[in-house]
T-cell receptor, first 114, second 114 residues
Framework: EDKVVQSPLSLVVHEGDTVTLNCSYE??????LLWYKQEKKAPTFLFML????IEKKSGRLSSILDKKELFSILNITATQTGDSAVYLC??????????????FGQGTILTVHP | DTGVSQDPRHKITKRGQNVTFRCDPI?????LYWYRQTLGQGPEFLTY????????KSRLLSDRFSAERPKGSFSTLEIQRTEQGDSAMYLC????????????FGPGTRLTVL
């Protein structure tokens, strides 16, 4: 059974702070790890990390994957109130019909105060 | 709007009733996924289709749950004899085959069982 554990479960910061969200995983035949942002609606895709792409960056958000230690982090610098959301981590297996089938963690609730 | 759509957005039903939800994927996507999300948890995979073929249904929560995608376009998820524990958000997503990072989620159907 694949497993994804995120920490912390919730985080409260002030605008301008930098936050680090953690995701550890156990998966048979790992293919990719994905990060999503969810604001009271559907999850929206942020990053996908694979063996060939272990570091991604987009604006104030960045993520790295440590395949040896089986974890990933999502960093958000200079946080804004619009970053307040649930951040979800998910893993994907490789092989046959497993492609695309995601196992999610429970999420980290980030609250950014003005 | 060319995104994934789901109908209805909210459903309130009494215990023991049957409910059916519909998902319309992005038109050129041949994979369609159903997830369930309960409060404070990440989405949980239920089943998925490639075109009209249901590739896995072992994760459907019980034999009260069934899903169809009769012509490889829209899909329906039916829950028979609903129970209070079925109350959750039911999310649909679609993607190109093998491309997890293009898995786009719909807005979800929130089910409340009284």
């Amino acid at each position: 059974e694949d497993k994804v554990v995120q920490s912390p479960l919730s985080l409260v910061v002030h605008e301008g702070d930098t936050v680090t969200l953690n995701c550890s995983y156990e998966v048979t035949n790992f293919r990719s790890l994905l990060w999503y942002k969810q604001e009271k609606k559907a999850p929206t895709f942020l990053f996908m990390l694979t063996s060939s792409g272990i570091e991604k960056k987009s604006g104030r958000l960045s993520s790295i994957l440590d395949k040896k230690e089986l974890f990933s982090i999502l960093n958000i610098t200079a946080t804004q109130t619009g970053d307040s959301a649930v951040y979800l981590c998910a893993v994907e297996r490789a092989g046959g019909t497993s492609y695309g089938k995601l196992t999610f963690g429970q999420g980290t609730i980030l609250t950014v105060h003005p | 709007d060319t995104g994934v759509s789901q109908d209805p957005r909210h459903k309130i039903t009494k215990r023991g009733q049957n409910v059916t939800f519909r998902c319309d994927p992005i038109s050129e996507h041949n994979r369609l996924y159903w997830y369930r999300q309960t409060l404070g948890q990440g989405p949980e995979f239920l089943t998925y289709f490639q075109n009209e073929a249901q590739l896995e249904k072992s994760r459907l929560l019980s034999d009260r749950f069934s899903a169809e995608r009769p012509k490889g376009s829209f899909s329906t998820l039916e829950i028979q004899r609903t129970e209070q524990g079925d109350s959750a958000m039911y999310l649909c997503a679609s993607s190109w085959t093998f491309q997890a990072d293009t898995q786009y989620f719909g807005p979800g159907t929130r089910l409340t069982v009284l």
